[in-house]
């Protein structure tokens, strides 16, 4: 709203640009947009600008608002002043209330009304001349305050030397304020001791609140996963399972330990490649199958149990994309159970790398007898 009656029969003036400069004074409204904004003549009502930053040069007889990442005020506001940006500087006198949201608000002037300011850092040189309240982490005094300060601050709070307080000093903090003796608190002090930091109790229980969101997060992700690869590539899956049924209990250990011997012989051979120059390449390749093998040896695992349990109480052999989510679910829960549960999991983890290595060997050096087996 205007500020003042003749504000109001005044005509307003609208301005945008990429950089904007207004050197003519106006009698009613100025609205400004830009990505730099310089107010450099009087206003004789309210000033409204938005930007990347905003220089106000010349006396506001009305109101200021406005919104920018840098804003500076460097002449007097006959009203109110509120903004909000990251950083808010204010160097003359306000006659009315001041009203400030940014990352740091430094205000050298002197408010005229009531002063509310939620920062990081706060600082105030020149006292206010109504109640204030600061809501921020660090928080400077100084100058000649009319009324209450309210101040909740989760760092440090100190009011600079002879600064004087006519009404009452309420802060919260997590320590002491720094007050020097010099300085005067009419009204007194109120200290609320408040740390920030959890204590033992509710560090545990965040503890176990993120560890069960984690925990959440990754069998999400394993039983998604599962589930696209069962559903893209069914023709493997139904491999994998038809293998493992087939072999005997001995071609089963001998499988598994082909998958243990993979997943330990490996990064020791590309180690030894990487040694030599010629052989820095080769490791390279290398090491980016391996991590391939063991990400599909892992979700291979619970698709594998989902087939196999889908084939011994559904009676079914084709393997659909449910099945890999129901055996990586099955095999999430089986890895809560203590020392057991892991050595089934890497049971099955090492027995899905064995045949999915073989699998792949016969594929990259196929022999007559295997050209028409499904992959």
């Known amino acids: 709203m205007p500020a003042s009656s003749y504000a109001m029969y005044a005509p307003?003036?609208?301005?945008?640009?990429?950089?904007?400069?207004?050197?003519?004074?106006?009698?009613?409204?100025?609205?400004?947009?830009?990505?730099?904004?310089?107010?450099?003549?009087?206003?004789?009502?309210?000033?409204?600008?938005c930007g990347g930053s905003v220089i106000t040069a010349a006396p506001i007889s009305g109101d200021e608002l406005l919104f920018a990442g840098s804003i500076r005020s460097r002449?007097?506001?006959?009203?109110?002043f509120r903004a909000a940006g990251g950083s808010v500087t204010v160097e003359e006198s306000v006659s009315g209330d001041l009203v400030a949201f940014g990352f740091t608000v430094y205000d050298s002037g002197r408010a005229g009304g009531s002063?509310?300011?939620?920062?990081?850092?706060?600082?105030l040189t020149n006292g206010a001349g109504g109640p204030v309240t600061i809501y921020g982490n660090n928080i400077s005094l100084a100058g000649n305050f009319a009324g209450d300060i309210t101040v909740i601050a989760s760092g440090r709070v100190s009011l600079s030397a002879g600064t004087t307080v006519e009404g009452k000093l309420?802060?919260?903090?997590?320590?002491d304020a720094i007050i020097p003796a010099s300085?005067?608190?009419?009204?007194?002090?109120?200290?609320?001791?408040?740390?920030?930091?959890?204590?033992?109790?509710?560090?545990?229980?965040?503890?176990?609140?993120?560890?069960?969101?984690?925990?959440?997060?990754?069998?999400?992700?394993?039983?998604?996963?599962?589930g696209l690869l069962a559903g893209l590539f069914p023709r493997l899956a139904e491999t994998l399972?038809?293998?493992?049924?087939?072999?005997?209990?001995?071609?089963?250990?001998?499988?598994?330990?082909?998958?243990f011997a993979v997943f330990v012989v490996t990064p020791i051979l590309s180690l030894l490649l990487a040694l030599t120059f010629v052989g820095i390449g080769l490791a390279l390749l290398?090491?980016?199958?391996?991590?391939?093998?063991?990400?599909?040896?892992?979700?291979?695992?619970?698709?594998?149990?989902?087939?196999?349990?889908?084939?011994?109480?559904?009676?079914r052999d084709s393997i659909f994309w449910h099945d890999?989510?129901?055996?990586?679910?099955?095999?999430?829960?089986?890895?809560?159970?203590?020392?057991?549960?892991l050595i089934i999991v890497f049971f099955f983890t090492v027995l899905s790398a064995g045949i999915l290595s073989m699998i792949f060997f016969r594929f990259a050096f196929p022999h007559e007898e295997h050209t028409s087996e499904p992959l």
């Open 324 to 341: 890999g989510v129901l055996g990586m679910l099955i095999l999430s829960l089986i890895t809560l159970v203590p020392y057991i549960g």
């Open 170 to 175: 309420s802060y919260e903090a997590p320590e």
């Open 241 to 259: 399972t038809k293998r493992t049924t087939t072999m005997r209990p001995s071609s089963i250990l001998l499988t598994a330990l082909l998958g």
């Open 115 to 123: 002063v509310f300011i939620v920062a990081a850092d706060t600082t």
């Open 12 to 49: 307003a003036s609208f301005s945008a640009a990429q950089s904007l400069i207004s050197a003519s004074s106006s009698p009613g409204n100025v609205y400004a947009a830009g990505a730099s904004v310089v107010i450099t003549a009087p206003v004789g009502g309210d000033l409204s600008a």
């Open 183 to 226: 300085a005067t608190i009419r009204g007194g002090v109120t200290y609320t001791n408040a740390s920030y930091l959890p204590d033992v109790g509710t560090s545990r229980v965040l503890s176990f609140i993120s560890m069960g969101i984690f925990l959440f997060v990754r069998v999400l992700g394993a039983l998604i996963l599962a």
């Open 75 to 80: 002449a007097r506001v006959g009203g109110d």
């Open 286 to 315: 290398l090491l980016i199958a391996y991590a391939l093998i063991v990400f599909l040896s892992l979700l291979y695992a619970g698709i594998l149990l989902g087939s196999l349990i889908a084939q011994r109480f559904m009676h």
